[in-house]
């Protein structure tokens, strides 16, 4: 089966960090380009980070650029999202989620595969 498994969540305080882990199942990640997205209540879906493995480029939003860090391990077939310096704006459910060709971080639509979401808690 298919599978996307999204964990690392939990609380953390504001200017702390923390990994969040995307491991894939029953597909092979090198050929995805995949993506972090994150929801807060009340507000719509927001693209976070995306990693194109075919060429290795990144992309990031702009509340993510210099804080959150991105990245892939092919033999794992797993992608991390490395979150420093959070605050309590960033506190929200994170998700996984894939599209087989570009990163799309303005489409969620456009993913083929979601894994559950993973909470991140971020304190004053």
């Known amino acids: 089966d298919v599978q996307l498994q999204a964990s690392g969540g939990g609380l953390v305080q504001a200017g702390g960090s923390l990994t969040l882990t995307c491991a894939a199942s029953?597909?092979?990640?090198?050929?995805?380009?995949v993506h972090w997205w994150r929801q807060a209540p009340g507000k719509e879906r927001e693209g976070v980070s995306c990693?194109?493995?075919?060429?290795?480029?990144?992309y990031d939003a702009n509340f993510a650029r210099g804080r959150f860090t991105i990245s892939s391990d092919k033999v794992k077939n797993t992608v991390y999202l490395l979150m420093n310096d959070l605050t309590p704006e960033d506190t929200a459910v994170y998700y996984c989620?894939?599209?087989?060709?570009?990163?799309?971080?303005?489409?969620?639509?456009?993913?083929?595969?979601w894994g559950k979401g993973t909470l991140v808690t971020v304190s004053s």
């Open positions: 989620a894939t599209d087989p060709y570009a990163c799309l971080l303005s489409d969620a639509g456009a993913m083929d595969h």
């Open positions: 029953g597909f092979d990640l090198d050929y995805f380009s």
């Open positions: 990693i194109n493995n075919s060429n290795d480029r990144k």
